[in-house]
Structure formats: C-alpha cells, structure tokens
C-alpha cells in the first residue's frame, strides 16, 4: 500500500509540472505567433485605420524591437522576484496589450500596444528555460525542449496561416481585431493554468539589476536590430549602415562592462562564463546562424512562389504547410534519432535542408521557373524535416553541458541570440540575394542558402559529444 501511494505521490508532481509546461506552451505559441500574423491582417488594419507607411511598419517591427530589446533585463527581473510571478504579470499584460491592439482607435495607438505586447512577450520568454530546466528533471530536457522548439517554430509558420482564417471567419464583424481579441480567451487559459500549477519556488535574492548593462543592452540592440530592419526595408544607406555600426559598438561596450563588472564581483546582467562552455559558444554561433536563415528561408519563399514562380496565394500556403508538416515529422524523429546518432543527426538535418534547397535551385534553373509545384512536394517535405531535426533539438544539445544554475542563466541570452539572428539573416539574405525579384536572384539565393546550411552542418560536427557534455555538465576535465 506505501509503494502504491508514493508512486501516486510522484505523479502528482509530475503531473502538475506537464500542466505548467503547457502554460509555457500556449505562452510562446501566442508570443511567437504574433510576429507573422500581423502580416496578413496588415492591409486590413491599413484601410481601416488610416496608417501610414512608417506605421505599417513599426506596427510589425515596434512588437520585434520591444520583444529583443528587453529580454535580457526581464530575465534578471524573474530572477530577482522569482520566475512564477515574472510569468504570471507578463502573461497578464502580454493579453491585456492584446485586447488594446483590438481595440485600437488609431494607428499611432495600436504602434503603442504592440510594444507594450513585444515588452510582456520578452517577459515571458525570458523565463520559460529556467521554469523548464526547475520543472524536470536533466534526462527529461531533450523531450520537453524539443515540445517547446517545436511549438516556437510552427506558430511561427501558422502566423499567415491563422490570420487568414480569422479574417475569412469574420467572429463578430471583428475584421482584422481578431488576430489580437483571440488572445484574450488563450491567455486567460495560459494564466490559469500557471497560476495553480507552476512552481512556487523563491527567488535568488542575492541578484541585482545592473542599470548601466540594461541600458547598454537596450540601446545597443534597439540600434542593431532596427538598422538591420531598415536595411532589409531601404538598403545599405551610409546612414543605415552607421546605425548598425553603432549598435554593434553599443553592444561591444555592454560586453565590456558586463566583463569588467565580473571582475569586480559584481553580478552581471549575462554571465559571460557561459560562453566559456565549448558547447554553449559554439551552439550560440549555430543558433544565430540558424534562425537567421530559417526567418529569411521563410519570408523569402513565399515571395518568390508568387511573385517569381506565379504560384497563387492559395497554392503557396500548401507549399508551406507542406514545409511545416515535414518540420513536425522532423522534430518528432529527433526524439529518435537524436538519442542514436547525437550530433551526427543534426549535422544531418541541416545538410538535408541545404541539399534540398540546392537542388531546388538547380531544378529552378533547369526549367527555367516553370516549376512543377506537385514534383516539388518530396523535396519541400524532406527540407522541412531537414529544418525540424537540427533545429528542435540543437538548443537542448548547447545547454546539456551545463549545470542547472548556468542554464537558469541562460534564459534571456538564448531568445537574444535569437532575435539577433533574425535581423541579421532578413537583412544580409533578401538585400544581398533577393531584391531584385528575378529568377536569376531567386537561384542566387538558394544557393547561397544551401552553402550556409552545409557550412552548419560542418560547424555542428565540432559541438562537443554526448560524454563530454555530460562530463562538463557536472565539471569533470
């Protein structure tokens, strides 16, 4: 009878940890999907509000700027005053700021409300990985990281999807309101199931703010990521180029100051011993790299199925869920194949990514652009699966060699990298390779994609193996 109720007792927790991680699911699905679904619903809000082109786009860029630029400073904070309560305010405003997107009487107002929801979306990604790494144990993380990529990656690409159903579906006369409205009603299910049963435990008092490094950090992404946006947008302007630059500086000199202020023992806003972790550095590199050509992969695809292809609007969302569909089967098969291959597997996925896209360049060039979209449905699968395999499992590989304090630490640094990969990747790839909207740029840029994720895959055979992370993570030589 005692062996039956401790068993019942270890389930209970169990159980409750699952249901918190699906407060964290639903949060980075609402977080993640209202950086595309805005895209589809931007016409609509246009007309109807008056906006104008500068206000078109700080309506999708002020969610992203916001989102990136405070990351970091969330993540000190949940540290400070705890990880649940951080996670709780941010899901509460996140779907409060949403309700004001929907109900926004003008354009200048709705710009507001989307950086008031990027600032509470950052709150709560910036403490889903230590909410994770406490909630389970070591040998669950493979499984439970993979669930989270897979969900970030797929609200993503559901983003056009979504809002064209939701303005077809027209819910009570909303027109484009409803891509925000429908946050009401999942936030409120997200809060309720973190508030009963995410964990309690206190916060590590002995952390500090840093003002000068939050500052620093805001700035210096605010300048790097919006010049990237306006170089994407316009070109590489001296001007443009000098933002950058100077948000490259700024960020030179938070490094600086987060080093200096180690030295000191001091309590910096990034632990820059993280990047002492061969496979945190490299993994950085990897991730970076990584987002930044899947977001321009993405964005880039659809434009050229329409506009170069003259594929319809219509077929081009099959095509892309066809994509998405092989990133799931992927993702699922890394549970599998991850165990049994290690990084081999996703070396693997990225190449088979690359191959696919090469070889769709050269087909592109064979027939001249008449593209056969139903001959393409192997490849597009395979590439997808390329994709879910490397990237649903390439996080929880750089953070296993990491004890479970420095992987809390790392919450606010990975979702920066990643942001900061996705500016760098739509600028870089669709100005160098794609603004010229011909054939030839579309075959430019799909090589150039299919050389970057070979050179991944080259990069990922250097990540440390299962043994030395696990050696590392409990700080054997």
């Avoid at 639903?26 to 509000?49: E, G, H, K, R």
């Avoid at 050509?293 to 095509?319: E, N, R």
């Avoid at 599998?336 to 996925?349: E, F, M, N, Q, S």
């Avoid at 030839?440 to 090589?447: A, L, R």
């Amino acid at each position: 009878m005692s062996e039956t109720t401790g068993v019942a007792k270890a389930r209970v927790p169990e159980l409750g940890a699952w249901l918190a991680f699906g407060a964290c699911l639903i949060a980075v699905f609402m977080q993640m999907i209202d950086v595309t679904i805005v895209n589809t619903a931007l016409p609509s809000l246009t007309a109807d509000l008056g906006a104008s082109r500068s206000a078109q786009l700080l309506v999708i860029s002020g969610y992203a700027l916001a989102f990136a630029c405070t990351l970091l400073t969330a993540a000190r904070i949940g540290a400070m005053v705890g990880r649940r309560p951080m996670f709780l305010v941010s899901v509460l405003a996140f779907t409060a700021a949403s309700v004001w997107c929907g109900a926004a009487g003008g354009a200048t107002e709705l710009v507001l409300a989307r950086v008031v929801q990027g600032a509470a979306g950052a709150g709560m990604a910036a403490q889903t990985i230590a909410i994770l790494t406490a909630g389970f144990p070591r040998e669950r993380h493979p499984l439970v990281f993979a669930l989270y990529g897979g969900v970030a990656g797929f609200a993503g690409m559901l983003g056009p999807i979504v809002g064209g159903v939701l303005l077809t579906l027209d819910i009570g006369g909303w027109g484009w309101r409803s891509v925000f409205l429908i946050n009401l009603p999942i936030g409120l299910f997200a809060f309720a199931l973190a508030w009963k049963f995410l964990d309690r435990g206190s916060p590590v008092g002995r952390h500090h703010l840093d003002p000068v490094g939050a500052a620093l950090s805001g700035l210096g992404l605010f300048a790097l990521i919006a010049g990237m946006a306006q170089i994407q947008e316009h070109g590489w302007r001296p001007h443009l180029i000098a933002v950058t630059g100077a948000g490259l500086a700024l960020t030179a000199a938070f490094l600086a100051q987060q080093r200096a202020r180690t030295a000191r023992g001091g309590d910096p806003l990034v632990r820059l011993d993280l990047f002492g972790n061969h496979g945190f550095r490299l993994g950085s590199v990897l991730v970076g790299a990584f987002f930044g050509l899947f977001t321009a992969f993405v964005f880039a695809a659809s434009i050229t199925m329409q506009d170069v292809l003259g594929y319809s609007p219509l077929l081009t969302g099959m095509v892309m869920t066809l994509f998405a569909l092989g990133a799931g089967a992927g993702a699922l098969g890394s549970l599998v194949l991850v165990p049994r291959w290690d990084i081999w597997a996703l070396a693997a996925g990225i190449a088979l990514f690359g191959g696919c896209i090469g070889a769709g360049g050269v087909y592109l060039y064979l027939v001249d652009g008449v593209a056969n979209a139903l001959l393409c449905a192997g490849p597009v699968f395979a590439a997808g699966f390329g994709v879910g395999l490397f990237g649903v499992q390439l996080q929880p590989m750089m953070l296993s060699g990491l004890d479970a304090n420095r992987m809390a630490e790392s919450s606010g640094v990975l979702p920066t990298i990643e942001q900061v990969g996705n500016a760098v990747g739509l600028a870089v790839l669709t100005t160098v390779f794609f603004s010229s909207h011909s054939l030839g740029g579309t075959i430019m840029m799909m090589g150039a994609i299919a050389v970057v994720a070979l050179v991944l895959a080259a990069l990922t055979l250097a990540m440390p193996s299962r043994e030395r992370r696990e050696q590392a993570a409990v700080g054997v030589s």
